[in-house]
């Protein structure tokens, strides 16, 4: 396996557009990746192209077909929160194993709104889906309810806590013109928000969100013909599933989460104390102290304490998702993942603005979906 | 015939005339480095990758590269049954999908000279849409 | 880049099966392929798992594979219209072939999730096609009666020859007890069968609706030879294109792309189409079949409808085309179809192609375009 540089990043901001379609979205994060690493879009080998919700076939031909047409092969993939984050690890292997020498990897989304309902729909016949449905039990804000609840009574964390994690993290999308929402909130205006299934409040899930987000990889030796300053190495890039399977599975704990996590650091020849920045999964609250736990920032039931003591915000030891994460900056799920690393990027070029985290050289990007899945991408200045 | 407060199908595929006389015309897009004519319109020349590309009006004549006649009902259409439609070859070089009107079935043929027309798609309905028919000898 | 071999395949029958779930078309296949190959699921290092994009179901191939077995491995969920299926191939293909994997899965799924009635037709990319829908001229259909009209004004075709397409797929189908359409057809009936856009008529397209499954377990050469039971089909080249130049109108009757993606294969394989005995083309209306044999290199441009009808493309001929009974007659789940042209080949080349067998058969090709535009053309030999 060769060293991987991330040569080029692009993003579209993010929110709702009812004026823009996914190609536009999509077109817009692509030409901002081409001109940030200065690559011709003629030079690029392969494109790997994610999104969740759309349902029309070779969308990736569609919206890299309105930039050019030059027969490269382009995937369509998908991989549920996790997909663009999927491109990514796909795009990396192609450059590391030798297959191509600059790929694209690309994520873009045209998210429907309202609550989303998990479409569980394997090995189950439609009347029984449709029961389900009915009764009201497949709404995915529901699981993480169930894992708040669990983490208050076992570790003593405190709804003032989750709602913290809204608040720091809205925070630093004020910071961020990219950002889905970006107006600073407290945690009464978190708590007192609409009600969505005890104790889940509305500011405690992420949006619905629209956007597009690419990355452009490349080998070291053709990074060189492009750029001549510092480049970012790829230093792992990690897709997992479970190996075995537990009802608690991402309800207090996820493990898969850690197994990635730990495949990643071993990757790199890292640990978590080299980590510099963290963009991590959190469409709810409760998800990103538990992913302080699977990524090893703390041990497990400490999530809460390490967030209380500021560790994670802008200033303190290891800040968490310094462009908002899921919950502020947005989850357009078909490029989150991309959007995460554009973050990183940006941080580990000092180019992060108002939001910059001082002298940031190591950088993780972790998700987490339906699958279950995960990645954890570690970038390296 | 085209009347005030009919409603195009769709923004920006073609111009409306609004006096006596004039014809309707497609709208398309021309890359000013490498010249290539796209309908409807791009944004990035999908040729040569440029993203320089001005608006342009394409003749309303053509000719008739191939067409069919559809008898099997399409879902979201809701004229009548059966009907003529077909591609037609435009001198900038596009070739367009376009619904064929004013002519018998049977007098169809390939390489025909056609105009563009617009017309609704159904009566009862003020949308109106590009078409195209065969030139009167 | 190493030789890769396909150790075994598996698959559902094609047709409609609302009596039974994904998951249940899925383990038929997964679980046939893993047998073929004497290997145990946990063998596997990774999986790519192609659907078709209306499935709304998130990570379908964690889901369905993770009941099968948990073993950490990635899965990667793709699509690409009708080449989603050699897609999920050409991505374990590459996988092995540049040392990232020893032993992947490609496997495919098509099943209905939702009845029709909750799962409308995807919503239209562009303002320019929802108004294309509203005039009604924007189905797949339309453009096959197209290209047939014109082809038969540029090369003389005529319509029997290109129902005689239709005959001779279902005919080679009616012996492949995984096919959907299992009966023969004659030329009176595709040619007087409903009309749906003339001159193209209901026996002339593909089955409306198929669900299936079908799946491939690729590998290095040395790990195969520790399972290895007979003889190995190898690799010789996979490619996927898309399109390099704009193909409206011209794309109609000669598709520039499936021929420049052709080309590309036979340079990799280090072949051309006189090695080639024979092939699984992508023909969702007889048309198409008739287009690729010249983009095959089976015949110069304008000849294809000719060799149609002179019966060199049917098993016992020069070189067989579709002998499983192609996207007409074996069906057209289009989330697997490029899996079940690779399983026929496999079939073929092994030898265990019972009645439908090509005797000698020892290198044969699949190919395969879809909208978007992409296409794939992948070539295996024993
Ligand atoms: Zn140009």
Redesign the interface.
């Known amino acids: 396996m060769r060293e991987v540089v991330l040569l080029g990043i692009g993003q579209h901001k993010v929110g709702r557009f009812p004026d823009e379609?996914?190609?536009?979205i999509g077109?817009t994060a692509i030409?901002e990746a081409l001109k940030d690493a200065g690559i011709?879009?003629?030079d690029i080998q392969a494109a790997y192209f994610t999104n969740?919700d759309?349902?029309?076939?070779?969308?990736?031909?569609?919206v890299?077909?309105?930039?050019?047409?030059?027969?490269?092969?382009?995937?369509?993939?998908?991989?549920?929160s996790p997909s663009a984050s999927?491109a990514f690890?796909?795009a990396y292997?192609?450059v590391?194993?030798?297959?191509y020498d600059a790929a694209l990897a690309v994520g873009a989304e045209k998210t429907a709104r309202g609550l989303r309902v998990?479409?569980?729909?394997?090995?189950?016949?439609?009347n029984r889906?449709m029961a389900m449905a009915k009764q009201g039990f497949a709404v995915i804000p529901g699981m993480f309810a169930l894992a708040m609840r669990r983490r208050m009574k076992d570790f003593g964390e405190t709804v003032e806590q989750f709602a913290q994690v809204a608040v720091k993290n809205r925070k630093h999308a004020h910071l961020n013109p990219y950002a889905h929402y970006q107006d600073v909130m407290t945690i009464e205006d978190v708590l007192n928000s609409r009600l969505i299934c005890d104790p889940v409040t509305l500011f405690q899930c992420c949006p619905t969100s629209e956007g597009a987000a690419a990355a452009i990889l490349c080998s070291k030796d053709v990074a060189k013909r492009y750029k001549s300053d510092g480049f970012t190495i790829v230093a792992s890039g990690v897709?997992?599933?479970?190996?075995?399977?537990s009802p608690a599975l991402g309800i207090t704990t996820a493990g898969l989460d850690k197994?990635a996590a730990d495949e990643a650091y071993n990757m790199a020849g890292l640990g978590p104390k080299d980590v510099d920045i963290i963009e991590l999964h959190d469409p709810f609250t409760a998800s990103e102290l538990i992913h302080y736990e699977d990524l090893s920032l703390c041990e497990v039931g400490e999530a809460g304490k390490i967030l209380s003591e500021g560790k994670t915000e802008i200033g303190g030891e290891i800040p968490v998702n310094t462009d908002g994460g899921l919950l502020s900056r947005g989850h357009p799920i078909g490029a989150t993942g991309l959007y995460q690393i554009v973050e990183l990027e940006l941080q580990l070029r000092g180019q992060a603005g108002q939001r910059q985290v001082e002298g940031a050289k190591v950088g993780l990007g972790h998700m987490e979906?339906?699958?279950?899945?995960a990645t954890v991408i570690i970038l390296k200045r | 015939m085209v009347e005030q407060g009919m409603k195009p199908i769709a923004e920006g595929l073609f111009t409306i005339p609004s006096l006596p006389g004039e014809q309707p015309r497609l709208i398309g897009s021309k890359c000013r480095n490498c010249g290539r004519v796209y309908f409807p319109k791009?944004?990035?020349c999908?040729?040569c990758?440029q993203?320089d590309m001005e608006e342009t009006l394409l003749s309303n004549r053509g000719k008739l590269y191939s067409f069919t006649i559809i008898h099997q009902k399409p879902m979201a259409y809701s004229g009548p049954m059966p009907y003529a439609m077909g591609l037609v070859s435009l001198p900038e070089g596009p070739t367009i999908m376009s619904l064929l009107t004013g002519c018998d079935f049977e007098k169809l043929e390939l390489d025909m000279d056609v105009e563009l027309v617009l017309e609704k798609i159904v009566e009862e309905d003020e949308t109106v849409t590009y078409k195209f028919r065969p030139v009167q000898a | 880049m190493r030789e890769v071999v396909i150790l075994g395949i598996g698959m559902h029958k094609a047709g409609e099966f609302p009596?039974k779930?994904?998951?249940?078309l899925?383990r038929a296949a997964t679980f046939g392929a893993l047998r073929d190959a004497g290997m145990e699921f946990k063998d596997l290092q990774s999986a790519y798992f192609s659907k078709?994009?209306?499935?709304?179901?998130?990570?379908?191939?964690?889901?369905?594979?993770?009941?099968m077995g948990?073993?950490?491995?990635?899965?990667?969920?793709?699509?690409?219209?009708s080449c989603s299926g050699s897609?999920a191939f050409?991505?374990a293909y590459?996988?092995v072939a540049?040392?990232?994997y020893d032993i992947s899965l490609a496997v495919g799924v098509e099943k209905l999730?939702?009845?029709p009635s909750m799962s409308p037709?995807?919503?239209p990319?562009?303002?320019y096609e929802a108004a294309l829908r509203a005039m009604g001229i924007a189905d797949i259909s339309t453009r096959a009666a197209l290209a047939m009209r014109r082809r038969m004004h540029d090369y003389g075709e005529t319509v029997g020859q290109f129902a005689r397409v239709s005959v001779k797929n279902h005919k080679n189908a009616a012996h492949y007890p995984y096919a959907q359409r299992q009966k023969e057809v004659t030329l009176d009936e595709v040619l007087n069968s409903l009309p749906i856009c003339d001159p193209l008529t209901l026996l002339q397209c593909c089955p409306p609706l198929s669900e299936g499954c079908a799946a491939a377990v690729l590998c290095s050469k040395d790990v195969a030879k520790r399972y290895q039971r007979g003889k190995n089909i190898t690799v010789a080249s996979a490619v996927?294109?898309?399109?390099?130049?704009?193909t409206s109108g011209v794309g109609l009757t000669a598709a520039g792309?499936s021929k420049?993606t052709a080309k590309e294969a036979y340079n990799i394989a280090g072949i051309g189409i006189d090695d080639i005995d024979l092939i699984e083309l992508c023909d969702p209306f007889t048309v198409n079949e008739v287009i690729h044999y010249e983009d095959l290199g089976l015949c110069d441009q304008g000849e294809g409808g000719r060799i149609a009808g002179d019966g060199r493309t049917d098993i016992g001929g020069e070189r067989p085309v579709n002998t499983d009974g192609g996207l007409l007659a074996r069906g057209h789940p289009s989330g697997c179809t490029g899996l079940y042209q690779i399983a026929e080949l496999v079939l073929q080349l092994r030898g265990q192609a019972g009645p439908r067998q090509v005797s000698g058969a020892k290198v044969g090709l699949a190919h395969l375009e879809?909208?978007?535009?992409?296409a794939t053309v992948i070539i295996l030999k024993r």
């Open positions: 379609t996914i190609t536009d077109r030409l011709e879009y003629k969740r759309e349902r029309t076939p070779c969308l990736g031909q569609h890299l077909g309105t930039i050019g047409l030059t027969g490269i092969p382009i995937i369509n993939a998908e991989n549920a999927t690890v796909m292997d192609a590391a194993t030798g297959q998990p479409v569980v729909g394997v090995g189950v016949n439609i889906m897709l997992n599933t479970p190996v075995s399977w197994m979906g339906l699958g279950p899945c | 791009e944004v990035v999908n040729a990758f993203e | 009596d779930t994904n998951l249940e899925g078709n994009k209306a499935d709304p179901t998130a990570s379908i191939g964690e889901m369905m594979l993770g009941r948990l073993t950490g491995m990635p899965v990667v969920n793709l699509e690409n219209d897609s050409w991505l590459n996988a540049f040392g990232r999730v939702l009845p037709p995807p919503p990319a562009t303002e996927l294109r898309t399109a390099s130049e704009s792309l420049s879809g909208s978007g535009p992409v």
